[in-house]
Every structure is written in structure tokens, then in C-alpha cells.
């Protein structure tokens, strides 16, 4: 088991353990033949995507049976490695690039994971209900409030009201000045003590 990941997250079972490593494995592999992590940042995969995906996790532990939309999900962050630690809440993954969605599919495939369903499209095809969004830098705040609003179910079931979960860098100030009263923005070197996690942030608005 990856020595950071453990590090963290020390309740792992020997199912969530064996997958974490197929992962590490895979990503690597997929990456030589689609682009779904910067070339330059792959031998940082354990800290800066993994584990930079599972931050969401020490925001906020989502109560079995909720459902959550990966909006933007690239090759499958943050929802595979959040499916992973969290088998009793189910993630849709949803790309507008087909190949990457399907490096996130087969990825899922090939770990066992069966609380995943997936998505080539745009979110405004998507017409299902979720408890939260999250994603990873894929657009300003509010654009991403905006589209996610109409997918958000109105009934409540975790700790925190539904609404969006995104892992943000650097200065927020202007991009989160229309959402100030709704939104909360959590440090993630609160969290992890790797300098990557410095200027990493993780931004929650409520709808």
C-alpha cells in the first residue's frame, strides 16, 4: 500500500487497500497512450492526485446511500479514488472527452468497483439527482453552481447541506465574492501536511 495514502487513511480493509494499488498502477499505464494526467506530474500520482482527490473525504464523510456527480471527471478524479474509500455511496463520473471517461471506466472495471456509473457528455444532459457535485479545477465557482444547480435533490442526508465540493487553487477572493454567504473554504494543508497541499483548497457552496 502507497506509504502516503496509508498515512492518512490508517482504517483501509484489504479490499480498499488491493484497489488503491491496481489504480496506482493503472493510471501510468493509461497515461502512455491518453493524456488524462499532465506527463510531467505522473510519478506524483499518489499525493497530488490520489490523495489530493481523497481531501474531500476529511471535509466531509458522506453518509451511506448518497449520490454524487464527478462533474468534469477527466480520467476518473476525484471519483474513483472517493468510490473507493466510500463503497456505499454511488459517484456518476460525467466528461465531455470520450477516451478520458473511458480510461476512467476501465480503471473502475478492473478494480471491482460497482458503485460507479459513467457519463460522455455535458452535465446538461444529465438529468439525475445528486446529493453533492464535486470536482477538480474545472471551471469558476459560480459557472459550476450554476450548471450543477438543476441536478441537486432537495432532500437532505449528510451532515452539511447539498450543494458542490471543489478542490481549488490559489487566491479565491474575486471568484467566490457573488457566493461569500453560501460558500466555506477549507484549507487542505489543515488536512495534509505535504507542502504540494500549501495552496490547495477545497470550496463548498450550498444550493
Known sequence: MN???????????PKQVSQFEIMMELYPQWN???NVISRKDI?????????HSLSIAKFLSFTPGTRVMDF????????????VLFPDVHFH?????????????????????TNVSFQHG???ECHEKFDFVVSIAVMP???????????????????????????????????????KNRSETQEISKFFEEPFFNTKKIVYTSI
Not at 468534469?72 to 468510490?83: E, H, I, S
Not at 450548471?147 to 441537486?152: A, E, F, Q, V
Not at 478542490?167 to 471568484?175: F, V, Y
Request: with cysteine; proline share 5%; glycine share 14%.
Open 141 to 179: 465557482q459560480e459557472d459550476l453552481v450554476r450548471l450543477s444547480r438543476k441536478n441537486i435533490s432537495s432532500v437532505q442526508r449528510n451532515a452539511i447541506p447539498n450543494g458542490v465540493i471543489a478542490l481549488k487553487g490559489g487566491d479565491l477572493n474575486a471568484e467566490l465574492r457573488g457566493l
Open 32 to 34: 502512455e497512450k491518453i
Open 93 to 113: 463520473l460525467i466528461d465531455r472527452i470520450g477516451k478520458k471517461v473511458k480510461v476512467a471506466e476501465e480503471i473502475a472495471k478492473a478494480i471491482g468497483l
Open 43 to 51: 510519478d506524483n500520482l499518489a499525493v497530488n492526485h490520489i490523495l
Open 122 to 124: 455535458d452535465s446538461g
Open 72 to 83: 468534469g471527471c477527466g480520467g476518473g478524479l476525484p471519483g474513483l479514488p472517493l468510490a
Open 3 to 13: 506509504p502516503i495514502i496509508a498515512k492518512y487513511f490508517p482504517g483501509l480493509s
